[in-house]
């Protein structure tokens, strides 16, 4: 599966980004699709994903309030909505897909089998 990210850029505290995540593959809808991303240095992190059965989201706690997920089942394409970007956002961010859908395997990077190719914040203070 091929998953294309975008929507990165730099931005200063404050703003807002809108991040991207497409594929063409038929099956969008029955995954759950989910964000990580990686800043310099540290390992790759839980952002928020979205279940395919019960659309049900989940965010870390250091992005609950700021960020918003959702997905486009016709567009095959899930959105992650970024507000209040702090400088400590900045990272590589990554989208996944995920064929569960409970909260345990959408927060680790484990049970994700495909990525797309990461697309870049840069949050300057």
């Known amino acids: 599966v091929q998953l294309q990210a975008s929507g990165g850029g730099l931005v200063q505290a404050g703003r807002s980004l809108r991040l991207s995540c497409t594929t063409s593959?038929?099956?969008?809808?029955?995954?759950?699709m989910g964000w990580f991303r990686q800043a310099p240095g540290k390992e790759r992190e839980f952002v928020a994903a979205?279940?395919?059965?019960?659309?049900?989201?989940y965010y870390s706690e250091s992005v609950k309030g700021r960020f918003a997920l959702s997905r486009d089942n016709v567009q095959n394409t899930v959105y992650l909505g970024m507000n209040s970007l702090k400088p400590e956002d900045t990272a590589h961010y990554y989208c996944?897909?995920?064929?569960?859908?409970?909260?345990?395997?959408?927060?680790?990077?484990?049970?994700?089998?495909?990525w797309g190719q990461g697309t870049l914040v840069t949050v300057s203070s």
């Open positions: 996944g897909t995920n064929p569960y859908y409970s909260s345990s395997h959408l927060q680790d990077s484990r049970y994700y089998d495909s």
């Open positions: 979205i279940g395919y059965r019960d659309r049900r989201k």
């Open positions: 593959a038929r099956t969008f809808s029955t995954w759950s």
